[in-house]
């Protein structure tokens, strides 16, 4: 025998697949972080400053107050905003020029990602 639905059962029904949907797909983004020993981790910090470091020693060119910095497995990641395309230029140089030595062996920036580095004219 089939019962028939409200409307408001049937909205009800489509909201809580919804929301399933929504929490698996949240868990398999969860799922694909990147995995880091505290090696890596100490490395990363140590390329993030080391990157920091030589901004700020370009000062004036590089206004690196208005650079983020993260690293994850030697990708440095720059964000924020430069004034113009020359400094956005010199901050991606500079960031890829980056060595460490850590440990007695030198490693050196693998990529670096500056999509989010904006150009923001004063």
Do not use: W, Y
């Not at 028939?4 to 399933?20: D, G, K, M, N, Q």
């Not at 983020?68 to 720059?78: E, F, G, P, S």
């Amino acid at each position: 025998m089939h019962i028939p639905r409200t409307r408001r059962e049937h909205i009800a029904f489509v909201l809580v697949i919804l929301v399933s949907l929504f929490l698996v797909t949240s868990a398999v983004k969860c799922d694909k972080t990147v995995k880091r020993t505290q090696a890596e981790i100490d490395l990363d910090n140590s390329v993030t400053s080391k990157v920091r470091v030589n901004l700020t020693a370009a000062s004036p060119n590089v206004r690196a107050a208005d650079i983020t910095i993260n690293t994850v497995k030697l990708v440095v990641i720059l964000g924020g905003h430069v004034r113009s395309e020359s400094e956005r230029a010199l901050a991606v140089r500079i960031a890829s020029d980056t060595e460490v030595v850590k440990d007695g062996v030198t490693q050196k920036v693998k990529q670096v990602e500056a999509k989010d580095l904006a150009i923001k004219p004063e």
